[in-house]
């Protein structure tokens, strides 16, 4: 789903960006930032060095700095862009460097997590106003990122209770400038609704494509040359990053298992319905969620093209 590039600001947001982690979401904060202005300076660093060479190629950032400590030094804005379970690793390589009144935000898929990791260690003259956008491919690495990644989605704000309001609003004023519908919302909250909206679909997929993997040699390789839409759609949410995926099931696990508790019970309805001949059941079933479809089309979240959108594009 192509977006329209977004023209420069007049004026940065913050004077000087350091986003660690340069994958699909890191990348794209970068590009987007440079092209928009919305730093004077931006910086890069990753726990790769192949990853920090590749930027560097790339010459998306203003500096690429090997050292997190180095490279947070001086920045009014941190973005760690790392999976969920590495949030306190980092925080506390930063934390003796971070600058008075620094904002550090993330882009993690679980928020509650974050906040328990991030908050005991990072030093109290720093702003800790986690975020998530609502956005992303199967593909990973500096590569993959693209500028208009984050146009037209949402990006949900989670800041802790004590957060002050003004690095709220710069941060949700960033990821507007980033093209992003913006939400507030507490952590605990974003966990529930992304565990139903992400976190279980995800799940499902790998074990829907994991069932067909086992089901290869019974068939004789008929599940992959006869793959419907359907089923591509499932491998193509199943090719997600291994790494980001596992840390967050286990850190909203509590969330996932309740929504897969839901899912168990509503599956198991469904079961009845078909086992019994339920026609009518089965029918107001798929009007409704058929439904939800229309509702996501109109809500400019998803276009109604068979192919989902995509069309070969790195767009979700």
């Not at 590009?31 to 998306?60: F, H, M, Y």
Request: proline content about 6%; glycine content about 8%; some cysteine.
């Amino acid at each position: 789903m192509a977006e329209t590039e977004l023209q420069p600001l007049s004026a940065p947001l913050f004077e000087r960006l350091t986003v660690i982690g340069a994958g699909l979401i890191g990348s794209s904060i970068v590009r987007v930032a440079k092209q928009r202005a919305l730093a004077r300076e931006v910086i890069v660093t990753d726990r790769s060095p192949s990853v920090c060479d590749r930027v560097r190629q790339l010459g998306i950032a203003d500096q690429v700095i090997d050292d997190p400590a180095a490279a947070v030094a001086g920045s009014d804005l941190v973005i760690l862009c790392v999976p969920v379970g590495a949030s306190a690793e980092v925080g506390a390589e930063i934390t003796d460097a971070l600058a008075l009144g620094a904002i550090v935000s993330d882009v993690g898929s679980v928020k509650s997590a974050v906040v328990d990791a991030l908050a005991p260690i990072l030093p109290k003259h720093v702003h800790l106003i986690p975020a998530h956008p609502v956005a992303g491919t199967e593909y990973s690495g500096p590569d993959a990122g693209f500028s208009t990644l984050f146009g037209n989605r949402w990006c949900i704000v989670t800041p802790p209770e004590d957060a002050d309001p003004q690095a709220v609003e710069r941060v949700r004023e960033f990821w507007k400038a980033c093209g992003a519908n913006v939400e507030t919302m507490t952590p605990a909250h974003h966990d529930l609704v992304l565990a139903i909206t992400s976190h279980v679909p995800h799940l499902i997929a790998y074990n829907i494509v994991g069932t067909a993997a086992d089901l290869e040699e019974v068939t004789q390789s008929e599940v992959i040359k006869f793959s419907a839409g359907g089923f591509r759609d499932f491998t193509r949410i199943a090719a997600s990053d291994p790494t980001m995926w596992r840390d967050i099931f286990l850190n909203n696990k509590e969330a996932v298992l309740e929504m897969l508790g839901r899912f168990n019970e509503d599956l198991a309805a469904l079961q009845r319905m078909i086992r019994w001949g339920d026609g009518q059941g089965l029918f107001d079933l798929f009007t409704r969620t058929r439904a939800i479809r229309r509702s996501i089309i109109e809500q400019g979240q998803e276009t109604i093209e068979p192919d989902f959108g995509r069309g070969g594009s790195n767009d979700p």
